[in-house]
C-alpha cells in the first residue's frame, strides 16, 4: 500500500522558518520525482519545489533562494526546509510521487497546514 505522510506545519511569523517532512512507503521511492505543492484558500494547488531521480532540483519562482528540498533514498523521505516565510507561503503543502516532476497523476500525502502570519 502507497502512503505519504507530510509532517512538520505549523504557525510562524514572517521570516521564520519551518521545517516539512514527507514519509513513504509502498513506492520506490529512488524512482520516482518527488514534488512538494501548496494549496491556498480559494486558490488552485501550485508546485513549489521538485527533485528528481539525480537529485536535480526545481523551484517556483516565488520560493526560490528560501526553500530547499532535498530527499534521503534511504529513510525514504522528501523534505522541504523554508526560511523567510511570508505572509503568501501559507497554505497547505502536500508532498507528491510520479515519474514526472510536478506530475498531477501521482500519489499524493493528505497535506499539511502552513500558517505565516505577518
Known amino acids: 500500500q502507497v502512503k505519504l505522510v507530510e509532517s512538520g506545519g505549523g504557525s510562524v511569523s514572517a521570516g521564520g522558518s519551518l521545517m516539512l517532512s514527507c514519509t513513504t512507503s509502498?513506492?520506490?521511492?529512488?524512482?520516482?520525482?518527488m514534488s512538494w505543492f501548496r494549496q491556498a484558500p480559494g486558490k488552485e494547488r501550485e508546485p513549489v519545489a521538485a527533485?528528481?531521480?539525480?537529485?536535480?532540483?526545481l523551484y517556483a519562482d516565488s520560493v526560490k533562494g528560501r526553500f530547499t528540498i532535498s530527499k534521503d533514498n534511504i529513510q525514504k523521505i522528501l523534505s522541504l526546509q523554508m526560511n523567510s516565510l511570508e505572509v503568501g507561503d501559507t497554505g497547505t503543502y502536500y508532498c507528491?510521487?510520479?515519474?514526472?516532476?510536478?506530475?498531477?497523476?501521482?500519489?499524493w500525502g493528505q497535506g499539511t497546514q502552513v500558517n505565516v502570519s505577518s
Open positions: 527533485i528528481d531521480i539525480g537529485g536535480t532540483t
Open positions: 507528491a510521487a510520479a515519474g514526472i516532476c510536478y506530475e498531477r497523476r501521482a500519489f
Open positions: 509502498g513506492i520506490n521511492f529512488e524512482n520516482y520525482c
